[in-house]
């Protein structure tokens, strides 16, 4: 065996009503001051409601101003908006967006870098303020994760910011958040947890650590994801999502995304894709690419997610995990072609080089991909 590692938030709470374990976080931390960031789509739906009310006790900053899936830019914007000395906590109370500059909030507020400074040398980094993340979607994970994705305008891209020191201290799974979800923001993030945790077990990075939390993501998000945009009242299936999701986040600790990911970097950057949707265009085409490289893992997840199937070929069981992904995306209405997304042929150059400079995930790929595999996908997408 290798060795490994998987970077894991500090405290777990998880469900119904788990938000109320606030105030144990308050209490722990000796928090006097308090900043939670959110977004006004979360905040308008009342998710901060409750957290508003327990924080009342203390000094409360709130930034809901944020732009989704923000810019280094945005995020150095709402930071140095942040006048407030002796912050003790940052909460971040939405999806990938809210926590991921939130995240970035609790290493860069009292330090002499900013967010700029990050993405040319992550290594720098250190916590200077305790994190407690609350997803209001589920599929980043980012409440699990060490990274920051931002969008980078300049090169129409985006780029994670990794350090170990970004990883939360505290975490609150409580599908309360997801209850009233719009089914088009859980169908889309739903399929990036199921991206996480299929390329999580198909990495070059993937581990014996990794593996439990990309299975078990796995099995709760391929049974669950379906049901959970089909009927939203549906709190089972929805529970699981938000576990899966986590789950998801922590393999990504431990292994790392792959292709679908770097692919997709770009569609996000110039096209403003959301990240699930444009990871879902990507997957199946992706997976059917690694297969050759990677059968026995699909094989293995197969295995894993559907036992019924343990009689066929490790050739038909990675068949067959790679069409109940599109099975996956068909049933939650994701269009897969790009046009419909305003992209033209005529942007395939830019694809393929900016594609191909998502070095920090494409080497984690079990196949290597030359820049004519790159064109080769995205020409899959039109
Ligand atoms: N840090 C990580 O490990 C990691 C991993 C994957 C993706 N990401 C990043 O996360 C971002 C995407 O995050 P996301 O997919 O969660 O979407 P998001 O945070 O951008 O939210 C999508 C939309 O849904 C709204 N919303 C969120 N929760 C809601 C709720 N409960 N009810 C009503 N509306 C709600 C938001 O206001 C927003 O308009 C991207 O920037 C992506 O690159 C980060
Ligand atoms: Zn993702």
């Known amino acids: 065996m290798k060795q490994c590692q998987l970077t894991i938030p500090g405290v777990v709470y998880a469900g119904p ?11 722990r931390e000796k928090a006097q001051s308090v900043l939670l960031f959110t977004d006004k789509a979360v905040r308008g739906a009342g998710l901060t409601k409750r957290v508003e009310e327990i924080c009342s006790a203390v000094k409360l900053t709130v930034i809901d101003d944020l732009a989704s899936e923000p ?19 940052v909460i971040g109370v939405g999806g990938g967006s809210v926590m991921d500059a939130a995240k970035l909030a609790s290493i860069v507020i009292g330090a002499d870098y900013g967010v700029r400074d990050l993405l040319k040398d992550p290594t720098i980094a250190k916590k200077y303020i305790k994190s407690l993340m609350i997803p209001t979607t ?14 980078i305008p300049e090169e129409q891209s985006k780029q994670g910011i990794v350090n170990n020191c970004m990883i939360p201290d ?12 719009p089914p088009k923001v859980l169908a889309a993030t739903g399929v990036d947890a199921l991206a996480h945790v299929v ?8 581990t014996i650590l990794s593996d439990t939390y990309a299975i078990e993501g796995a099995k709760k998000i391929f049974h669950n994801i379906r049901e959970a945009y089909a009927d939203g009242d549906n709190m089972d299936a929805k529970t699981e999502m938000l576990i899966g999701a986590f789950y998801g986040g922590v393999a990504i600790t431990g292994s790392g995304t792959t292709a679908v990911h770097a692919l ?5 950057g110039k096209y403003h894709i959301a990240h699930g949707v444009s990871n879902a265009i990507l997957i199946a085409h992706v ?7 990677c059968t026995e893992r699909l094989s293995a997840l197969c295995d894993a997610v559907y036992p019924e199937k343990y009689a066929e070929t490790a050739d038909s069981k990675a068949d067959y995990i790679i069409s109940e992904i599109k099975d996956v995306v068909a049933k939650v209405h994701i269009p897969t072609k790009l046009d419909e997304f305003g992209v033209k ?17 494409l080497v984690n790929n079990c196949k290597e991909l030359s820049l004519d595999d790159i064109r080769y996908l995205y020409e899959k997408l039109f």
């Open 199 to 206: 390329e999580c077990f198909t990495s070059n990075k993937a």
């Open 287 to 293: 997976m059917e690419f690694n297969k050759d490289a």
């Open 345 to 361: 042929k005529e942007d395939l150059d830019f694809l393929v080089k900016a594609g191909s400079q998502q070095t920090r995930l």
């Open 264 to 268: 997709s970097y770009p569609l996000g």
């Open 170 to 181: 505290y975490v609150i799974l409580d599908a309360e958040m997801i209850r009233h979800l």
């Open 138 to 151: 589920c599929g980043t994970g980012s409440e699990a994760t060490c990274n920051s994705i931002v969008a």
């Open 17 to 27: 009503g788990s938000v109320e374990k606030i105030n144990e976080v308050l209490q």
């Open 71 to 89: 810019s280094y830019q945005d995020v150095e914007r709402v930071i140095d908006e942040v006048s407030v000395a002796n912050i003790d906590l």
